[in-house]
């Protein structure tokens, strides 16, 4: 099983839909975990980071599941500006704390 | 403010050369870190530096590949006899802490292409 795995996709979705990802890791003792953003031929960038309570940053929803060990991002109102590919980011305890392991990313393209 | 800088931005080579590639982090950055990202693929992770030790490299896939940051600022990822598999995107970050807060601050990475 690979430690972080997504749904590559492609998303394609209206502007105004909404969208939700969702991404399931395999170490049970993981302590964090974020959402990148990569734009196409570019580099990963930090979204937002993803707490137990959950968390909001605009029109974007992080949730944790520990007990699944999933995650989820929720993007409200899609702007034709949020088509990228996310990507799931985990770090796994024992690793240390500089090591952060990464999904394959879902593709999404938001249409005009 | 500048932001982490990766030369050469493209890399075309012969299968059996020698290749390196350069990364000049965000100016006060003391981790470094190497991830290399194929196609479709998400980054996977090659090294870290904290200052000029390299910290962690068991990400590095064989003996082929060894990095350096002699003076703990720019670092240099050096690739001996590539082969077409080495083909990807070698990603270079850096940040102030540790990857624990989660924001590593990439370069846009240098394309390398063995023929």
């Known amino acids: 099983r690979k430690e972080v795995e997504q749904d590559p996709g492609p998303f394609n979705v209206p502007e105004g839909a909404t969208v939700a990802f969702n991404c399931t890791y395999s170490?049970?003792?993981?302590?964090?975990f974020f959402w990148y953003r990569q734009d196409c031929r570019k580099e990963p960038k930090l979204l937002m980071s993803v707490y137990s309570s959950g968390n909001e940053d605009g029109r974007f929803t992080a949730q944790l599941n520990r007990a699944s060990q999933y995650i989820s991002l929720l993007i409200r109102d899609s702007k034709l500006s949020d088509s990228a590919t996310y990507l799931c980011v985990v770090n796994p305890s024992g690793a240390g704390s500089y090591q952060l392991t990464f999904g394959k990313g879902t593709k999404l393209s938001v249409i005009p | 403010g500048a932001g982490v800088s990766q030369t050469p931005s493209n890399k075309v080579t012969e299968k059996g050369k020698y290749v390196e590639l350069r990364c000049d982090p965000i100016?006060?950055?003391?981790?470094l870190y190497w991830y290399r990202q194929s196609l479709g693929q998400g980054p996977e992770f090659l090294i870290y530096?904290?200052?000029?030790?390299?910290?962690?490299d068991s990400g590095l896939p064989n003996d082929r590949f060894f990095a350096v940051r002699p003076e703990g600022s720019v670092s240099t990822l050096k690739i001996q006899r590539t082969e077409r598999g080495d083909s990807a995107v070698y990603l270079c970050a850096s940040s102030s802490q540790g990857a624990g807060t989660g924001e590593l601050f990439f370069g846009e990475g240098s394309r390398l292409t063995v023929l």
């Open positions: 170490n049970s003792a993981s302590q964090s």
């Open positions: 100016s006060g950055h003391t981790a």
């Open positions: 530096f904290q200052g000029t030790g390299a910290a962690d």
